[in-house]
């Protein structure tokens, strides 16, 4: 039996929204696989009341803390070691379950992952990964989308090595194309960031590096990877959130464009770490908490996370 954990207390709408998106995802999931509900006992059973799901489809695990959204993510994440977001990790650093996933506080996830899970052999940061939507009906991979907002160049590298791995295993990309944000195409261009990271991306063997990519090139898919700080890819999702959001408020329904929905992938991988571990957007709808587990499942039979424990622990 596969398990996935859910942080049931994570996220504006939650508990609620996070258990109608679970018993979403249940009438989806095979038969070998479990969702394991995290969080406080009478707010999970006041709301499972309500709903129909299969029997064995739904465990509860509880816990008596709640990590908010606004509180400090390292200091909560030690004060609160029985939060729904700590027990998931003791509950994935166990092998308990296959994965995590929550709609809650961001910075406690990335918390968890790194003194939790740990970062895989040489890895400096996990970055947090996106689906980038494509004109063509697809998907590239953009991260870093917000977790290290300040990068170094030997950081974007291994963002590149990290996205590269993921694209192929996680996406079915045999040799996928690295492309390095930037306003130019023209490698002398850009900040000294850029220009660095520029040189040290060419010289990667391990990578199919096609040189820099610029804004306008990004939804022709012209890298299946695209690497950048934290702070510029999420601005660009960000972005591309408000855009669907005026389109479908004045009617107007784009096969890309609406892709931009967060709801459709339901979540990022925080991937580097050893776990598979996806966060989701703190306004997550059931929908979107359904997305959510599916792209965890999807995950878990790539086998991606043991792919990048192999070439980064060599």
Same mark, same amino acid.
């Given at each position: 039996?596969?398990?996935?954990? *859910?942080?049931?207390?994570? /996220? ?5 929204? *996070?258990?109608?998106?679970?018993? +979403? ?10 969702? &394991?509900?995290?969080?406080? #006992?009478?707010?999970? $059973?006041?709301? $499972?009341?309500?709903?129909d799901y299969k029997k064995g489809s739904i465990e509860m695990v509880f816990a008596n803390d709640v990590i908010e959204m606004h509180e400090h993510p390292t200091r909560a994440f030690s004060q609160k070691p029985n939060s729904s977001i700590g ?17 809650? !506080? ?5 918390? @968890? ?20 939507? %494509?004109?063509? /009906? /697809? ?15 030997? &950081?974007? $590298? #291994? ?12 996406? @079915? ?10 306003? /130019?195409? =023209? =490698? ?6 850029? #220009?660095?990271?520029?040189?040290? +991306? ?12 610029? @804004?306008?090139? %990004? ?5 299946? &990877?695209? *690497?950048?700080? @934290? ?9 591309? =959130? ?13 096969? %890309?464009? !609406?892709?931009? !929905?967060?709801?459709? *992938? ?9 776990? !598979? ?17 599916? $792209? ?14 192999? &070439?980064?622990?060599?």
């Open positions: 039996m596969k398990k996935i954990a *859910v942080d049931a207390m994570g /996220g504006d709408f939650a508990p609620r929204a *996070v258990i109608e998106g679970a018993v +979403l995802a249940t009438q989806s999931l095979p038969e070998d696989y479990q969702i &394991v509900l995290i969080g406080k #006992q009478d707010a999970i $059973l006041e709301v $499972l009341h309500d709903l027990v998931g990790f003791k509950l994935l650093k166990e092998g308990q379950v296959s994965a995590f996933c929550s709609a809650g !506080n961001t910075g406690a996830m990335m918390v @968890g992952s790194l003194f939790t899970l740990r970062t895989v052999g040489s890895l400096q940061r996990p970055p947090i990964a996106g689906y980038f939507p %494509l004109k063509s /009906g /697809g998907y590239s991979i953009m991260l870093d989308i917000g977790a290290n907002a300040d990068c170094k160049p030997e &950081v974007l $590298l #291994q963002f590149a090595e990290l996205g590269s791995l993921y694209a192929k295993f996680a996406l @079915g990309i045999e040799n996928p194309t690295v492309g390095l944000l930037n306003i /130019g195409a =023209e =490698e002398e261009k850009g900040s000294t960031l850029a #220009q660095a990271a520029h040189q040290l +991306l060419k010289s990667d063997k391990k990578i199919n590096f096609i040189g820099n990519v610029e @804004g306008r090139d %990004l939804f022709d898919g012209k890298s299946d &990877v695209i *690497v950048t700080d @934290g702070f510029t890819g999420n601005i660009l999702f960000k972005m591309g =959130e408000s855009l669907y959001e005026h389109a479908a408020s004045k009617g107007i329904s784009d096969d %890309l464009i !609406n892709k931009m !929905n967060y709801e459709v *992938v339901g979540g990022s991988p925080i991937i580097g770490v050893n776990g !598979n571990v996806i966060v989701a957007h703190g306004i997550s709808t059931p929908e979107a908490i359904k997305n959510m587990i599916l $792209l965890a499942k999807r995950q878990i039979e790539s086998g991606v996370v043991e792919k990048i424990k192999e &070439v980064f622990n060599n």
